[in-house]
């Protein structure tokens, strides 16, 4: 089975401190998306990646960034968290037809 | 990717099967129809995907009618732990290379299984 492992389950965090949030898949997927869900948004892309060292931002990326240095790994970045960023971040690795989700990591920013 | 329709809440007792309907009356030729669902507190979880055929796997099964403009996924002996929200996708099947395929969820339908 893939197995998507994400580094916490919860997280607390200063507002203003630097937080990563790491995402580790074991299936050798190039492909791998952080999202994060909002009650009554559903599901929004902050960035993806393709590729190692390859990224692209999806639709809400402001305030976020990635890095991918191993095709297994791909981790989230807030460089200066705020209190808007207190969310669920679901990170994803995809095969051809399917994606498959961590457990997700509930942050919360005071 | 082509908008679905799904009624907000369904019950089904344990045991039972639980059949999960979703509208896509704008679904285009080459979109395929997703299930996913997601437990309370966990990340999503797919569970089946079909072009214009029924499909059965370990988990369930996805009907779609011939006209494809809707579907329904079936639980066949549905548990407690079957208990989730459960999102029904339309969207072109995800190609290689760049076309990376994010996921859009709706509202989904909130299954609750009683004893």
């Known amino acids: 089975d893939v197995k998507v492992t994400q580094?916490?389950?919860y997280l607390v965090k200063r507002t203003g401190e630097k937080v990563f949030?790491?995402?580790?898949?074991?299936?050798?997927?190039?492909?791998?998306?952080?999202?994060?869900?909002?009650?009554?948004?559903?599901?929004?892309?902050?960035?993806?990646?393709y590729d190692v060292?390859?990224?692209?931002?999806?639709?809400i990326p402001e305030g976020y960034s990635v890095s991918?240095?191993?095709?297994?790994?791909?981790?989230?970045i807030l460089e200066s968290a705020s209190t808007n960023q207190t969310s669920m971040y679901l990170c994803a690795s995809r095969s051809s037809y399917e994606q498959y989700f961590g457990p997700g990591t509930r942050l919360t920013v005071t | 990717d082509a908008k679905t329709t799904q009624p907000p809440s369904m019950d089904c007792a344990e045991g039972r099967a639980a059949?999960?309907?979703?509208?896509?009356?704008?679904?285009?030729?080459n979109e395929y129809v997703y299930w996913y669902r997601q437990i309370h507190s966990q990340g999503p979880q797919y569970i089946i995907h079909g072009l214009k055929n029924n499909e059965t796997n370990e988990m369930a099964s996805l009907i779609i009618t011939e006209d494809r403009k809707s579907s329904t996924l079936i639980l066949p002996h549905a548990t407690l732990r079957d208990t989730a929200v459960y999102y029904c996708i339309v969207r072109v099947a995800v190609l290689g290379?760049?076309?990376?395929?994010?996921?859009t969820f709706g509202q989904g339908t909130i299954l609750t299984v009683h004893p």
Not at chain 1, 68 to 76: A, D, I, T, Y
Not at chain 2, 21 to 26: D, E, F, L, R, V
């Open chain 1, 68 to 76: 991918r240095e191993k095709k297994e790994r791909f981790s989230l």
């Open chain 1, 53 to 59: 060292k390859m990224k692209e931002k999806g639709d």
């Open chain 2, 97 to 103: 290379g760049t076309s990376y395929g994010k996921l």
């Open chain 1, 21 to 49: 949030l790491e995402c580790v898949q074991d299936m050798d997927h190039e492909n791998m998306f952080w999202y994060r869900q909002d009650p009554g948004l559903g599901l929004r892309l902050i960035y993806f990646s």
């Open chain 1, 7 to 9: 580094s916490s389950r």
């Open chain 2, 19 to 29: 059949n999960l309907p979703c509208n896509h009356s704008t679904i285009s030729g």
